[in-house]
């Protein structure tokens, strides 16, 4: 959100700045067809009465970036300006169409049993709407037992990136490009089903395939060459309400083989801020130095409190 981007581009201005959006939610916003059924790809036909799934409803979370960093390379004293685009979206997403429908079903339940009293009624939609938000605690509490998270029971996932670095950092240097393409399925099984506990608890089985063309090598400014990898791997993952835990292993072939084996743990500590960290071995050319230790805390910014909306 624009927040969020004011204070990301105020922090890091000249260093680094990224840019995502997703064009989905910002374009003809006042569309009256924009319905969750819809966003979510889980319908029931008007006729039949009968659920149906729209496999490529993922393509609405296509997202567009774009970034540039002062960045350091091995064999160049200097940093150098690298500027990256990249697109990512959900190719095939398939949901428990039945349980996806109860739970929208429930909430909607849940919310018609808010009664506007008639004089508010008669005020026209920005009383109403007053009204709903005065009734924000009563209306979270009343969604509460449809807030659980209810991911796809199978996705497939795409993305490209480009980045380019001029040689100098001046144009008339000459410029190098580092490429890549992915694809990533995930498979989901809930493991406390019919449980009444707040949360989901997952068993995630990832699978991940991706083509790198790594032109970012130097021995000198003028020296750059490039290489070249094909990585195939997976990692398994528990969920278990705010706690992540897993382990991946992805296999490197190409100008120079290699393998990466790393655990990591994730903790939501709400929904703005989580804790993410990692240990284990990275891909790398000397077997003497390929020790990864991650630590990162992701931090999100809302541009107000979450509000029903008619």
């Known amino acids: 959100n624009l927040k969020a981007l004011a204070i990301h581009a105020l922090d890091n201005f000249g260093k680094s700045l990224s840019v995502e959006a997703t064009p989905y939610f910002l374009i003809n916003q006042e569309r009256k067809d924009r319905t969750y059924q819809k966003y979510i790809g889980v319908m029931q036909d008007e006729e039949t009465k009968k659920l ?24 160049l004293a200097d940093e150098r300006k690298t ?3 990249g697109v990512r979206t959900t190719l095939l997403r398939f949901y428990n169409k039945e349980k996806v429908h109860a739970n929208t079903i429930g909430m909607a339940t849940a919310l018609s049993n808010i009664t506007v009293p008639v004089e508010v009624l008669t005020q026209g939609p920005e009383a ?12 979270n509490t009343l969604l509460e037992p449809y807030q659980k998270v209810i991911k796809p029971q199978f996705r497939l996932d795409a993305a490209i990136g ?3 670095l001029f040689k100098e950092n001046s144009i008339s240097s000459g410029t190098v490009k580092r490429f890549g ?3 990533t399925s995930e498979t989901s ?4 089903e019919g449980s009444d506990a707040k949360t989901n608890n997952y068993f995630n089985l990832l699978l991940t395939a991706r083509y790198i063309e790594d032109g970012f090598n130097a021995s000198t400014p003028e020296d750059f060459f490039t290489n070249y990898y094909r990585d195939f791997g997976g990692k398994l993952e528990f969920e ?13 072939k190409g100008t120079i083989d290699s393998e990466r084996s790393v655990g ?12 993410t960290g990692g240990f284990g071995k990275d891909f790398s050319v000397n077997e003497d130095d390929n020790l990864v230790t991650l630590f990162g805390i992701h931090w999100g910014i809302n541009t107000g409190n979450s509000k029903v909306k008619l």
């Open 128 to 139: 109403i709407q007053a009204y709903y938000n005065d009734k924000q605690e009563q209306i």
């Open 264 to 275: 990591n743990i994730r903790f939501t500590i709400n929904k703005d801020i989580s804790i």
């Open 162 to 164: 480009y980045s380019t």
């Open 83 to 85: 500027y990256s685009i």
């Open 189 to 192: 099984i809930i493991l406390n």
């Open 240 to 252: 278990f309400g705010k706690l992540g835990v897993g382990y991946e292993y992805i296999s490197r």
């Open 181 to 183: 393409s992915w694809l």
């Open 52 to 75: 149906k799934q729209n496999p490529f409803s993922g393509l609405n979370t296509t997202t567009i970036s774009f970034a540039y960093v002062d960045k350091e390379f091995s064999g």
